[in-house]
């Protein structure tokens, strides 16, 4: 993969990320959003009771701190891939990938203890709209140095 592709490839991922992030914060406020914050709760937990309510204030809180999270997840990721990636791959993803490791660990232990496996599995697939570009991404040519 050329590191313009992938650099592509990250961006369309993280407004992606962006606009998931956004949802989880307007989906328990926004009638029309709500059945997609259902849908992501029932698939977390591997449910299909349509929950009616996607919870009491607290809920509304982490899901406002979790989509926050995801909106500055993306815009880091767009911003390293704007102004770091063109310059440097290599640097772009020694500063992405133990970022998106930090946040697929934790938050696969989180959804575990909460008993929400199924999460694991999406956050896999997450995971890999980001990991897949940097580390297939060839770095460009550099021009040989005669002696």
């Given at each position: 993969m050329s590191p313009d592709h992938a650099a592509r490839v990250l961006k369309t991922a993280a407004v992606l990320t962006l606009l998931f992030g956004l949802t989880?914060?307007?989906a328990p406020?926004?009638?029309l959003?709500?059945?997609?914050g259902r849908?992501?709760?029932?698939?977390?937990f591997l449910t299909s009771d349509q929950a009616p309510d996607?919870?009491?204030?607290?809920?509304?809180?982490?899901f406002a701190i979790s989509g926050g999270l995801m909106v500055g997840l993306a815009v880091l990721i767009w911003q390293v891939t704007a102004l770091i990636h063109p310059r440097d791959p290599v640097l772009a993803r020694r500063l992405?990938?133990?970022a998106l490791l930090g946040w697929y660990?934790?938050?696969c232990f989180g959804s575990a203890l909460s008993g929400a496996v199924f999460n694991l599995v999406m956050n896999s697939a997450f995971l890999a709209l980001f990991l897949v570009p940097l580390l297939l991404a060839r770095p460009a040519a550099r021009p040989q140095v005669s002696p």
């Open positions: 989880l914060i307007l406020h926004v009638a959003l709500r059945p997609i849908l992501f709760v029932d698939l977390a996607l919870g009491p204030p607290v809920a509304h809180l982490m992405l990938i133990p660990v934790t938050d």
